[in-house]
């Protein structure tokens, strides 16, 4: 799970009932816990994009969705699914003011364009911020990419402690097409000399960095062209600080071992049914730097022919409802929780609605690049996200999760998921997003 951040049972009757489908049998706790500790073990070094240890994890999952027998996507060789994302250092600034350079450390240029030439004749908007506040905030918003007209920003000379923090800020990375319009903050000097005319020449260098999502699909047999969706995002945060006992790997193994392992069990159990839907299995890379895997995956299909996405985060632990339960994000934006439920009746198994709306982790995960987009995507958890001490640290380890518990959801999830896979239901779509 995505930090937050402003950018997002009674136990032998459960398993009485599950185990009357001999399908669903084939989930078993001894499959799970082998993938969520492959997955989760220091080898893989926590996972983080664009480091070695999640291409580890990568090739590792791409050999499971291959013994699942999953197809490749269309138009994809095998299983991953590779884009490109990069970062932009500022390379060369020389802005001239009255044909006088102006000092460099007081401009600072935020673009992802490789050279940007500008005179003050051209068609640039022209601000002036007098307010640190106004200053972060268009700072931000240059670095989003969201500043509607290329822009030079003049920021008052009682700002300069203000200015010289945002300089350092570190740009997040940008995806392959992402396009900006360049802002230039200029930190005026005490002077204020009435400025007749201005030039810009910068140079940005910029760095590709490849990355991957590992994705397989199921053909439906009669809707081929309906797509349901089964998700987990398979990278985490890497190394950290050591704690006392010299542990410095975070490694993820409720974040998001615990659903990439569903994912693919899932993958190997729908393998054996001939669905009528066509299922599309992902793991996802880039979650945890700001959801980027997902947002590739999405754009690249289309929205309407997706049913519903059942995205799985972080199902180690016991929900606060006790076992035998799950909690789904932004319930009530669809009727894809009261189907699952409705799916599961006779069993102690249940669904809850999302218990930390004031967490808003329906927008902070995997799923709701799809739900922007209409589509009933929802992110199915047990996390105690208020008071888990393990979130995000180096103990977030397979020991602290509970194997059956993990095994029981994903079989809950299995027999939910049963009606929308067979075409019988169709999620109504989300149309209240922000
Ligand atoms: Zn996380």
Redo the contacts with the bound molecule.
């Keep these: ?3 937050k951040k402003a950018l997002l049972l009674a136990l032998p009757i459960s398993l009485g009932i599950v185990a009357q489908t001999a399908q669903a049998q084939k989930i078993r706790a001894k499959e799970v816990k082998k993938i969520i500790t492959t997955l989760a073990a220091d080898d893989m070094g926590g996972r983080p994009t664009f480091k070695p240890g999640i291409d580890k994890a990568s090739v590792f999952l791409e050999n499971e969705f291959k013994k699942a027998g999953l197809q490749p996507l269309a138009g994809s060789k095998g299983y991953r699914q590779e884009f490109n994302m990069y970062t932009v250092k500022s390379a060369s600034v020389r802005f001239l003011v009255n044909s006088r350079e102006w000092r460099r450390d007081d401009v600072a240029v935020v673009s992802n364009q490789p050279r940007i030439e500008w005179r003050n004749t051209d068609k640039i908007t022209v601000e002036t911020i007098t307010d640190a506040g106004v200053l972060r905030d268009k700072y931000r918003a240059a670095q989003d990419g969201s500043v509607e007209s290329p822009t030079l920003v003049w920021v008052d000379a009682s700002l300069a402690s203000a200015f010289k923090g945002l300089k350092g800020r570190r740009a997040r990375p940008l995806m392959s097409g992402e396009k900006d319009n360049p802002v230039v903050f200029v930190l005026k000097d005490g002077a204020n000399e009435k400025v007749a005319e201005w030039s810009l020449s910068a140079t940005q260098e910029l760095n590709i960095m490849h990355l991957n999502n590992v994705a397989g699909i199921i053909t439906g047999e009669s809707k081929p062209d309906e797509y349901v969706v089964f998700s987990g ?1 398979y990278d ?2 890497g190394i950290l600080k050591p704690n006392e006992a010299k542990d410095s790997i975070a490694n ?1 193994a409720d ?2 071992a615990s659903g990439t392992t569903a994912v693919v069990m899932l993958a190997n159990y729908y393998k054996k049914k001939k669905p009528a839907r066509s299922i599309i299995f992902v793991a996802f890379t880039a ?2 730097i700001g959801g980027y895997g997902s947002q590739y995956f999405s754009r690249q299909l289309d929205p309407a022919k997706v049913v519903a996405m059942f995205n799985i ?2 199902i180690g632990k016991e929900s606060k409802f006790g076992r035998n339960s799950a909690f789904i994000t932004g319930f009530e934006k669809s009727d894809f929780g009261t189907i699952l439920q409705k799916n599961l009746q006779g069993s102690a198994f249940k669904f809850h609605p999302d218990p930390y709306p004031e967490q808003n982790l329906f927008y902070r995960s995997d799923n709701a690049t799809l739900a922007r987009l209409g589509v009933p995507a929802h992110t199915i958890s047990t996390t105690q996200i208020d008071k888990d001490k393990l ?2 640290s180096v103990d977030d380890e397979v020991e602290s999760l509970d194997i059956q518990n993990i095994t029981d959801i994903i079989k809950a999830i299995a027999k939910s998921a049963e009606s929308i896979i067979s075409g019988k239901d169709t999620p109504t779509r989300v149309t209240d997003v922000k």
């Design positions: 799970m995505i930090m995002h985490h945060i993820g974040d998001d979650e945890e985060e972080m979130y995000h």
